[in-house]
T-cell receptor, first 115, second 115 residues
Framework: GAGVSQTPSNKVTEKGKYVELRCDPI?????LYWYRQSLGQGPEFLIYFQGTGAADDSGLPNDRFFAVRPEGSVSTLKIQRTERGDSAVYLCASSFQGGSYNEQFFGPGTRLTVL | AQSVTQLGSHVSVSEGALVLLRCNYS??????LFWYVQYPNQGLQLLLKYTTGATLVKGINGFEAEFKKSETSFHLTKPSAHMSDAAEYFCAVSEEDTNAGKSTFGDGTTLTVKP
């Protein structure tokens, strides 16, 4: 079946602009995660959804970052007033259930470049 | 709090040689441990995981890892490297929590396989 998909694959924007990044999880997966991966580093946790609600948003760096999952499937990560430091690959993952032991399936990521 | 250290950002081996990628973790509670592989322009793929039980874990593509609590290590090995193993490898740790699931990743090790 289809894996996790993310759109767009690449996004170039100017400093100060607003961007939205989309994640389509595997059908039936209730848990969804967003990570950010900067060059030369491992993925860094941003937020975790269980169904429609954000169960853990402790990784969001500041209030310019926001994510939603209104129907418990597709999720959108929203970044306001982008800064050059936001440039990174944003990864989405989903799992059948929440819980640390469940395998997370990752999408290919969205590469965000802020000029 | 939890953290992961991957010793050696780059490892180079000859085809047919032993692969050893090192991972040490820090966790205040019993950990769940994971190894992921990332090929260029692809999402992270789970190689293997340790949750409970047997400390020697076998994964896909001939990889295995051993959980050593006394050494706080979870090193990844493969007896004989193939050219197709060239990729970036990430070690990750989660805390045992059935209601969460965020993982903390190391900064990755790039494996090069020489013919």
């Amino acid at each position: 079946g289809a894996g996790v998909s993310q759109t767009p694959s690449n996004k170039v924007t100017e400093k100060g602009k607003y961007v939205e990044l989309r994640c389509d999880p595997i059908s039936g997966h209730t848990a969804l995660y967003w990570y950010r991966q900067s060059l030369g580093q491992g993925p860094e946790f941003l937020i975790y959804f269980q169904g429609t609600g954000a169960a853990d948003d402790s990784g969001l760096p500041n209030d310019r970052f926001f994510a939603v999952r209104p129907e418990g499937s597709v999720s959108t990560l929203k970044i306001q007033r982008t800064e050059r430091g936001d440039s990174a690959v944003y990864l989405c993952a989903s799992s059948f259930q929440g819980g640390s032991y469940n395998e997370q399936f990752f999408g290919p990521g969205t590469r965000l470049t802020v000029l | 709090a939890q953290s992961v250290t991957q010793l050696g950002s780059h490892v180079s081996v000859s085809e047919g040689a032993l692969v050893l990628l090192r991972c040490n973790y820090s966790s205040s509670v019993p950990p769940y441990l994971f190894w992921y592989v990332q090929y260029p322009n692809q999402g992270l793929q789970l190689l293997l995981k340790y949750t409970t039980g047997a400390t020697l874990v076998k994964g896909i593509n001939g990889f295995e890892a051993e959980f050593k609590k006394s050494e706080t290590s979870f090193h990844l090995t493969k007896p004989s490297a193939h050219m197709s193993d060239a990729a970036e490898y990430f070690c990750a740790v989660s805390e045992e929590d059935t209601n969460a699931g965020k993982s903390t990743f190391g900064d990755g090790t790039t494996l090069t396989v020489k013919p």
